[in-house]
C-alpha cells in the first residue's frame, strides 16, 4: 500500500469508530427498552415462590440497591458495561462477561469458518458466469445454489449427522463423547460449519451480487483496454470487482451467520452463544441474552467498519463523502 | 454502510412490447414457478382455514404409522403418530400466513415511509434515518427474536413484528435510492412547476408508477424471510407447539426417527418448506429481472 493512502483510512477509521462508538449505544438502549417494557421484572424470578407485599418488594429491590427510574437504572448498568461488569446470570449465577466471552470464541469460530464455506462454493460460480453469461454449465450451476440456499438448515443438520454418523460411522454422536470413530474425531467440528456455509441462505446473494458487479465490471471501458493491450483482465478487475462486492456482502451478512449458528449449535451440541442464547431464551435468563446480543452488535459492527475500511482503501476517494 | 445498485431502464424499452415479450424465458420460467407456488399456499390457506383437509390433521392412527408416501389414503403418508402428512402440511400453512403478511406489511409500510422522508427530504433527515437503518441492521435478527422472546413471550405476532421491523432498512434503502434517481428527471421538476401538491407526486408520481414493481419485489422476499424464521422458532421450540402443525415442529418431531432410518417424516415438511422459499425467492429475482431492468451480460 502507498504512503498517501494511508491519510483517508485514517480520517475514515476515526469517523466510522465514533459512529460504531455512537450505534453501539444506541444498541444497548433498545436492549435495555426491549427488557425495561418487558412484563414483570428480574426480581420476581429470584423471589419466587415468596408471597410478598409490594412494600416487601420495595425493599428488596432497595436491599439489592436498583435505581428507581428508567434512566436511573440505564445508566447504571451502562457503566456497569462499559467496566466490564454485564452482570450476573440469574440461572447459573455467574458473572455473564466470562460466561459469553468463553463460548464466543465457539461461535467465532463457526461463523467465519462457515463464511469461507460459502465463500469457496460461491465465488467459482458467480466468476463463471460473470465471465461466459448464462450458459449450459452455468445455469444448472446458479439453479442449484437456489435450491441449496433453500434448504432449510434444521433439517439439513439433521440429515448429515444422519449421513456422517450414522450410514459412515465417522462420528461420535456428541461432544465429549468417547465411543467408537476416534480416529475421525477431528473432523468433527468441521461438520457444523460446512452445514452452517451451506445451508444459511446466503450463497445464492453472495453469487447474485459477485455475479452483477463482475459484470459490470468487465464491460467497463478500462477492462476493453486492458483486453486490448493483452494486459492480464484478473488482475485490473480485481479490486473493483472482486474484493468490494464480497467484502461488502460478507459484511452485510454477518447477522444472518450469527442467526444461522443458533440453529446449528443446537443441532450440533455446538458449545458457542447461539446455543446459550437458545438455553437463555427458554429459562427467560436476561442478563445473558442483554450480553449476547450486544456482543453480537458488537461483531456486527466491526464487520461493517473493517469493510468501510476496506472500500476505503481500494476507493480513496470516497474518504470525502 | 450498505448501498445499492440501482440501474436506470435501457432506452430501448419501447413501452408498446409487452414486458413478458422482452423478459428472458429464465426469468420467466422463474416467476411462472414462484407463482405456481404463490397460488398453492394461498389455496392451502383457504383450504385449510374451511377445513377442507382429507383427514383430521390431529386423527392419530396408532396402526398406520409413519406410513411411506402413496399409501392408499394417505398420498403423503402419516407422521410418527398416524396422522396424515398432507392435512397436516396444509394446516401448517396457518402458523406462517397470517404473520407472515404482518411482517410484510410492516416492512413495506415503515420502508416507504422511511425511504421517502430519507430521499425527498434528505439533509439530516436522510441522516438520522441512515443511522437508525444501520441500528436495526446491528442485531442479528435471531438474537434480537430470542430476546424479546425472553422479555415477552413466544408470540408469533411478536416475533413477526421484529421480522417486519429488521426488513425495513433494506425497503428504505431502496425507495431512497429510487427517489433520489428520480428526483434528477424532468418530470418531478415538472410536477413541482406545475403546482400538482406533494403529496400526489409522492404518492402518485413516484410511488405508484416507479416503486410499485420494487414493493411487490420485496414483498415476495419479506415473505420468504418470514417463512424461514416462523419454521426455524417453531423448530427451535418457540412457535407453534405439538399438537398443532407447523412446518417447523414436523422437521423437529419427525427428526427424531431420522436415525432409525424413518426419513419421511422430517423431509417431507423440510420439501415443503424449501419448495416454497425456493417459489418466493425465484418469483421476487424474476419479476426483478422482468421489472426493475437488468444490464446486458449480467
Not at chain 1, 198 to 222: A, C, H, Q
Not at chain 2, 85 to 108: E, K, T
Not at chain 2, 124 to 150: E, G, H, Q
Request: proline share 5%.
Amino acid at each position: 500500500m502507498k504512503f498517501s493512502a494511508i491519510r483517508p483510512i485514517a480520517r475514515v477509521l476515526s469517523r466510522e469508530l465514533m459512529i460504531t462508538a455512537f450505534l453501539l449505544f444506541g444498541v444497548s438502549l433498545v436492549v435495555f427498552i426491549i427488557l425495561y417494557l418487558a412484563p414483570g421484572d428480574p426480581f420476581s424470578l429470584l423471589i419466587e415462590g415468596q408471597l410478598l407485599s409490594p412494600e416487601a418488594r420495595a425493599g428488596v429491590r432497595e436491599a439489592l440497591g436498583v435505581p428507581q427510574s428508567w434512566y436511573a437504572q440505564y445508566w447504571a448498568w451502562f457503566w456497569g458495561m462499559l467496566h466490564g461488569n454485564f452482570g450476573t446470570s440469574i440461572r447459573t449465577g455467574l458473572p455473564v462477561l466470562s460466561e459469553v466471552l468463553r463460548v464466543g470464541l465457539n461461535t467465532l469460530i463457526l461463523t467465519i469458518g462457515s463464511m469461507l464455506v460459502t465463500l469457496i462454493i460461491a465465488v467459482p460460480i458467480a466468476l463463471y458466469s460473470s465471465v461466459r453469461g448464462i450458459n449450459k454449465i452455468s445455469w444448472p450451476l446458479t439453479m442449484g445454489a437456489y435450491i441449496i440456499s433453500a434448504i432449510p438448515v434444521f433439517w439439513l443438520g439433521y440429515i448429515v449427522i444422519y449421513f456422517f454418523m450414522h450410514t459412515l460411522g465417522l462420528f461420535p454422536l456428541a461432544f465429549g463423547y468417547s465411543g467408537g470413530g476416534q480416529k475421525y474425531r477431528w473432523l468433527y467440528p468441521l461438520l457444523p460449519i460446512i452445514v452452517l456455509g451451506v445451508g444459511n441462505g446466503t450463497i445464492s446473494e453472495v453469487i447474485r451480487s459477485l455475479r452483477t458487479e463482475m459484470g459490470r465490471v468487465l464491460s467497463e471501458d478500462y477492462i476493453r483496454t486492458a483486453r486490448a493491450k493483452g494486459a492480464p483482465i484478473w488482475k485490473h478487475s480485481f479490486k473493483e470487482g472482486f474484493l468490494l462486492p464480497v467484502s461488502g456482502i460478507i459484511s452485510a451478512k454477518i447477522p444472518f451467520f450469527l442467526g444461522g449458528a443458533v440453529i446449528v449449535e443446537q443441532i450440533f451440541n455446538w458449545p458457542g452463544m447461539g446455543r446459550m442464547a437458545w438455553q437463555a431464551a427458554q429459562d427467560r435468563d436476561y442478563p445473558i441474552i442483554m450480553g449476547i446480543a450486544i456482543l453480537a452488535a458488537v461483531f456486527v459492527r466491526m464487520g461493517s467498519l473493517f469493510q468501510r475500511l476496506l472500500y476505503v482503501a481500494v476507493n480513496p476517494r470516497a474518504s470525502k463523502e | 454502510m450498505k448501498t445499492y445498485s440501482q440501474h436506470s431502464l435501457e432506452v430501448t424499452d419501447l413501452p408498446e412490447i409487452p414486458l413478458w415479450k422482452k423478459a428472458d424465458k429464465v426469468d420467466l420460467l422463474y416467476v411462472a414457478y414462484g407463482l405456481f407456488i404463490v397460488l398453492l399456499v394461498v389455496g392451502s390457506y383457504i383450504a385449510g382455514s374451511l377445513k377442507l383437509l382429507p383427514y383430521d390433521p390431529q386423527d392419530i392412527d396408532l396402526n398406520l404409522m409413519m406410513a411411506p408416501p402413496g399409501t392408499t389414503g394417505h398420498v403423503l403418508g402419516t407422521d410418527f403418530m398416524g396422522r396424515d402428512m398432507l392435512s397436516r402440511l396444509i394446516v401448517g400453512i396457518q402458523a406462517y400466513f397470517l404473520p407472515g403478511l404482518l411482517a410484510v406489511f410492516i416492512a413495506l409500510y415503515f420502508g416507504t415511509v422511511l425511504g421517502v422522508i430519507a430521499g425527498y427530504r434528505g439533509g439530516l433527515w436522510d441522516t438520522s434515518i441512515t443511522y437508525f437503518v444501520n441500528l436495526v441492521d446491528s442485531f442479528p435478527r435471531l438474537v434480537l427474536i430470542l430476546l424479546v422472546i425472553a422479555a415477552f413471550k413466544p408470540n408469533i405476532y411478536y416475533i413477526m413484528f421484529v421480522v417486519g421491523l429488521t426488513n425495513v432498512p433494506v425497503v428504505s434503502s431502496l425507495i431512497k435510492n429510487k427517489i433520489l434517481f428520480l428526483k434528477e428527471k424532468n418530470f418531478i421538476e415538472a410536477d413541482i412547476a406545475l403546482g400538482i401538491p406533494l403529496k400526489t407526486i409522492i404518492m402518485k408520481h413516484i410511488l405508484w408508477h416507479h416503486c410499485r414493481a420494487l414493493l411487490v419485489i420485496q414483498a415476495t422476499l419479506g415473505m420468504a424471510e418470514a417463512i424461514l424464521i416462523e419454521t426455524s422458532l417453531s423448530y427451535l421450540g418457540f412457535g407453534v407447539q405439538e399438537p398443532a402443525a407447523s412446518w417447523g415442529n414436523m422437521v423437529q418431531s419427525g427428526a427424531n426417527y431420522l436415525m432409525q432410518g424413518k426419513f419421511w417424516p422430517s423431509t417431507a415438511p423440510a420439501l415443503a418448506i424449501l419448495f416454497t422459499i425456493l417459489g418466493f425467492h425465484l418469483l421476487g429475482d424474476g419479476l426483478n429481472n422482468i421489472l426493475e431492468g437488468r444490464k446486458k451480460g449480467s
